[in-house]
């Protein structure tokens, strides 16, 4: 059988390892430039390698081996992960085409459309501008209204899309298209809720003090009452992350080369990104994407960041997140099998991503890379770990939104998802839905249409990443100075020799239990929403 199987795993990865790399090359270009040429071309190749994918004959012939019967550990890995792809591909090459050509629709308007905002066609980046600075709670409205237009051109597709995900997860024997990927992404539902339960119970005391006070500084600023506060109010347009606190972060940015900043500081960790940073996109451009992501092209060095940098905090955390992404595909072990060159699971990426993602936030981060005097960076220090408390508070509560909306949206795609939305940002974010409002402003947020049920992972990252902090902080960099988080090449080592090398050979849970000694732990993250030194 062991032989039967790797005559099958050679044929499989040289007919996919060419197609895969040359549809991330087709996908990078359409989102760095807005090509029609490239969307068409991506999508037509992703829709091929899809195809291979959902062959019933291959899915029958894996099934056929039982995975037991593999001595070596790695074949019996790649047996597993096959599986569950082909599993999870089990449909008709007309089905594949129609929801390809529907995600490449959706993800053009969402790349390309411009709000209307008082007469002009503006960027998402204007939009949060106006969010970030205006004291015009008129202005402000107009333009958080103008960040949810998007919603109103893509809400139907995103519902027919849906439709057609679900009925070919119930094919398959899955209640619906939500349960069919958390069960193939190797997660249990019945746990992850309860933990999301958990969370949302042991947030709630820190959340209630911070809104409290959050809402007092806004009302003061706005000149109106606290019940009259709307999500406009709260500079980002989804409150996914907090407004600045007592010390606003972003003067310190002004002027600066935050991707100068951002090699710096991973050189000095240890993981050097300039192979990354030379094949990168970091710019604002006409056409293209105004996100932000990283994409391994080939599996072989080739990985890529796109970002719209300006000098500003929100950029900076973008721009240290993505390259953390970047550094854990760059950095696996290359002798793996191809299929196993990837993180051991999205989660585990997001975990490294978020891990960084918080560095702009740490006082010795800010005098180091910065180059803010020490005085000033005493200054900002303990209102820069408040800023990251929040952080961490308020995202909880906004994937709590997320989550529950996309499983209840998958369980009835027909039902009135506008109101749906509402009821879970009052009930998990305590904020006032706007008077009459009636728009589908979930579709506003691209991952509900083109990054299905995945907004788990970024929590459950968010929770490994604070339990990698601690290992850090106890273990590899115990007894170093304070500043060693974000200066030891120690970092780089323990996360390059333990975490991203083994790639996708373990289960995620085991690669964690690896490398930090235990399963994945939410006490660390909810004891670091309020540490003396969350980072």
């Known amino acids: ?100 050509q529907r995600e490449k629709e959706i993800e053009k308007e969402y790349n390309t459309y411009r709000a209307l905002f008082r007469g002009e066609r503006v960027s998402d980046n204007t939009l949060r501008d106006v969010l970030q600075k205006s004291n015009d709670s008129d202005e402000r409205r107009e333009a958080w209204e103008a960040s949810k237009q998007i919603g109103e051109r893509v809400a139907d597709a995103v519902r027919e899309l849906v439709h057609i995900r679900n009925r070919e997860a119930r094919r398959l024997g899955f209640r619906d298209y939500y349960a069919m990927q958390l069960e193939l992404q190797e997660l249990d539902e019945g746990r992850l809720f309860a933990l999301l339960e958990e969370l949302h119970r042991l947030s709630n005391e820190p959340f209630r003090r911070y809104k409290q006070k959050l809402d007092e500084r806004l009302a003061q600023r706005f000149g109106v009452a606290v019940e009259d506060l709307r999500p406009w109010h709260y500079t980002d347009p989804f409150f996914q992350s907090p407004p600045p606190g007592e010390v606003d972060l972003n003067p310190l940015f002004e002027g600066k080369d935050i991707e100068a900043i951002s090699r710096a500081f991973y050189a000095s960790v240890g993981l050097p990104v300039e192979p990354i940073l030379e094949r990168s996109d970091l710019y604002e451009k006409e056409g293209k994407s105004q996100h932000a992501f990283c994409v391994d092209i080939d599996r072989e060095g080739d990985v890529r960041v796109l970002c719209n940098l300006r000098p500003s905090e929100r950029w900076m955390g973008t721009m240290l997140h993505e390259l953390g992404h970047a550094v854990y595909d760059y950095y696996i072990d290359r002798s793996l099998p191809y299929l196993l060159r990837t993180p051991a699971h999205t989660l585990s990426t997001e975990a490294i991503a978020m891990l960084f993602g918080r560095m702009h936030r740490n006082a010795e981060w800010l005098k180091r890379y910065v180059g803010i005097p020490d005085e000033q960076a005493q200054n900002v220090a303990r209102p820069a770990i408040e800023e990251m408390q929040a952080q961490l508070i308020v995202f909880t509560r906004w994937v709590l939104v997320m989550t529950h909306f996309e499983r209840a949206m998958y369980a009835d795609p027909d039902g009135d998802l506008n109101s749906l939305w509402w009821q879970l940002v009052e009930k998990y974010q305590w904020l006032h839905k706007p008077e009459g409002r009636n728009a589908p402003d979930w579709a506003a947020k691209i991952h509900i249409a083109l990054a299905p049920v995945y907004y788990q992972n970024y929590i459950l990252g968010e929770m490994e990443a604070s339990q990698l902090v601690h290992v850090l902080r106890n273990q590899v960099l115990a007894g170093e100075p304070k500043h060693a988080l974000v200066s030891s090449p120690k970092v780089g080592t323990f996360l390059k020799q333990k975490v991203f090398s083994t790639g996708a050979s373990l289960p995620w849970e085991e690669a964690l239990e690896s490398a930090t000694g235990e399963r994945l732990n939410p006490a660390y993250f909810v004891a670091q929403m309020e540490a003396e030194e969350p980072i």
């Open 1 to 100: 059988m062991q032989d039967y199987f790797q005559e099958f795993l050679e044929k499989h990865v040289n007919e996919v390892r060419p197609l895969a790399r040359e549809t991330a090359l087709a996908w990078w270009e359409a989102n760095v430039t807005g090509s029609e040429e490239a969307f068409e071309r991506g999508a037509a190749l992703q829709a091929q390698l899809m195809k291979i994918y959902a062959r019933e004959d291959e899915y029958r012939l894996l099934q056929s081996i039982p995975n037991e019967s593999l001595s070596d550990p790695l074949l019996r890995r790649q047996h597993k992960l096959l599986l569950d792809e082909y599993r999870g591909h089990q449909m008709s090459e007309k089905t594949i085409d129609e929801i390809v």
